[in-house]
C-alpha cells in the first residue's frame, strides 16, 4: 500500500499547478462553466470516458483489474463562496466577489491527481470518480447522484476527503458515527406600520427587534445544547434603507446545526417562541420559517475501521487522529452516505500563519497536504 502514498507523492507539483489555476477562476453554485471545462479536458486528456451533465458535474468510471463487485465512489465538490477574497496570494482569485474559500480546489487537484495516477495504474476495485457542483447550499450532491456511471445494481463504498483551515497540516481526522452536523437555514420576517425617526413611541421597531433576537439565538442554542452541542448563527440582516425613517420590515436570515433529531426540535420549538415574544413586546408581527437543509453526514464505522487500517500500513499512519466531537460543520455528502456506507476524513491543512477557518476571505491552505489527500482516495479505490 506504500506504493500509493508514493504514486501520489509523484504527482505532487502537479497538483500544484492544477489547483491554483482551479483557485484563479472560482465559480459558485451549480452552473460553472469555466471548472466544468477545465475538470473534463484533463480528464479525457488522461483517456477517461468523461458523463457531463449542465449543473450536475462530472463522473467516470474507472475499470478495476481485481473487481470484487462493491465499486468505490470517491467524490470531490466543485464550486466556490460568494466572497471576495483578500489573502494576497500570488494566484488569488482573478474572479470578482468569488473564492474557494472551503478549500474545493485542494479537492478538485486531489482528485484529479489520483486519476492521473490511475490512468496509468488502475485499481484493484471498478472505482467512479465524482467532481461534484453546488456543494454550498444547493443539494449538488442529489444531481451528481443521478449520473449514468452512478446508478448502478450492486454494493458501493462512498468515500470524500474535506480539507480542514485549523488542523496541522497532514492530520487525518477521523471519527465513525456522526461526523458533521444536521444544518437547516432560517428567515425570520418582522412587519410592523414604520413611521417618522422621532416618533419611536408611535410604531414597532423592527431594528429593535431584529437586533434582540440576534443576539438572543445563540444565548438560546447554548441553553438547549447543554448536553449536545447546538448552533443557532444569524448571519444577515436586511432592516431598514434610510436614517430618518423606522422601517416597516425587515428580515434575518442565518442557520441551525444539530447532531440529533430531537435537540433540532427542540431548537426550532424554541426558536418559534423567542421571534413571537420579542414580536409581540415590540408591537410588531413576525414569522419564522425553517428552510430543511442537509442530513448529518454519518461514517460507517466498519469502513471507517477499515480505512484506518489501511491507512496504518502506510506512513500516513502516524498522522490517523481521533475526533473526540462531530464538527457543526454541514456537508451534502451526506446523501452519498445515505445511499451507500463510507465515510469522510479531514485532512488538516493549516497554511502558514494561517488563523481563520474555512470560508474566511483571508483563510490560506497549505498545498502540501494534496499528495496526502490524493493517497487517500487511491487507498479507497483500491477497496477497503
Known amino acids: 500500500m506504500t506504493g ?3 504514486q501520489a507523492r509523484a504527482v505532487q507539483d502537479w497538483m500544484v499547478a492544477r489547483r491554483r489555476e482551479l483557485h484563479q477562476h472560482p465559480e459558485v453554485g451549480l452552473e460553472l462553466p469555466w471548472t466544468h471545462r477545465y475538470v473534463e479536458e484533463f480528464l479525457s486528456a488522461l483517456g477517461y470516458d468523461v458523463e457531463v451533465h449542465r449543473g450536475a458535474g462530472l463522473t467516470v468510471r474507472v475499470p478495476g483489474t481485481a473487481p470484487d463487485g462493491i465499486v468505490s465512489v470517491l467524490r470531490a465538490d466543485m464550486d466556490a463562496l460568494p466572497v471576495t477574497e483578500r489573502t494576497g496570494l500570488p494566484f488569488r482569485s482573478l474572479e470578482p466577489g468569488a473564492m474557494h474559500a472551503c478549500g474545493h480546489d485542494l479537492h478538485m487537484a486531489m482528485l484529479l491527481g489520483a486519476a492521473k495516477v490511475l490512468a496509468d495504474s488502475a485499481p484493484r476495485r471498478d472505482t467512479i470518480l465524482a467532481f461534484q457542483p453546488g456543494e454550498e447550499s444547493d443539494r449538488g450532491a442529489l444531481a451528481v447522484l443521478e449520473h449514468d456511471n452512478l446508478k448502478f445494481d450492486g454494493d458501493a463504498t462512498a468515500f470524500a476527503v474535506h480539507v480542514h483551515a485549523l488542523a ?16 437547516d437555514w432560517f428567515t425570520i420576517e418582522l412587519r410592523g406600520p414604520g413611521g417618522h425617526a422621532s416618533q419611536p413611541h408611535l410604531v414597532g421597531n423592527p431594528v429593535e427587534a431584529g437586533a434582540a433576537i440576534a443576539t438572543a439565538l445563540p444565548q438560546l442554542a447554548a441553553e438547549i445544547g447543554i448536553d449536545e452541542h447546538v448552533v443557532a448563527t444569524p448571519t444577515e440582516s436586511l432592516i431598514g434603507n434610510t436614517l430618518n425613517v423606522i422601517p416597516a420590515s425587515g428580515r434575518i436570515r442565518g442557520t441551525i446545526r444539530t447532531l440529533s433529531a430531537g435537540k433540532r426540535r427542540a431548537l426550532i420549538e424554541r426558536m418559534e417562541q423567542l ?26 464505522p466498519e469502513f471507517m475501521e477499515r480505512f484506518e487500517g489501511r491507512v496504518r500500513e502506510t506512513d ?51 498545498e502540501e497536504v494534496l499528495s496526502v489527500g490524493a493517497a487517500l482516495y487511491l487507498l479507497a479505490a483500491d477497496g477497503l
Open 4 to 6: 500509493r502514498v508514493e
Open 168 to 183: 496541522q497540516p497532514g492530520a487525518i481526522l477521523c471519527r465513525p458515527g456522526v461526523f458533521m452536523s444536521f444544518g
Open 275 to 300: 421571534v413571537a415574544q420579542v414580536a409581540d413586546r415590540y408591537l410588531l408581527t413576525a414569522r419564522l420559517t425553517i428552510h430543511e437543509g442537509y442530513p448529518a453526514v454519518v461514517n460507517d
Open 316 to 366: 500516513l499512519g502516524a498522522h490517523l487522529t481521533p475526533m473526540v466531537e462531530p464538527s457543526m460543520v454541514i456537508e451534502d455528502f451526506a446523501y452519498f452516505l445515505q445511499r451507500w456506507p463510507g465515510g469522510m476524513v479531514y485532512l488538516g491543512a493549516k497554511g502558514p500563519d494561517n488563523t481563520s477557518f474555512n470560508h474566511a476571505d483571508d483563510v490560506v491552505y497549505d
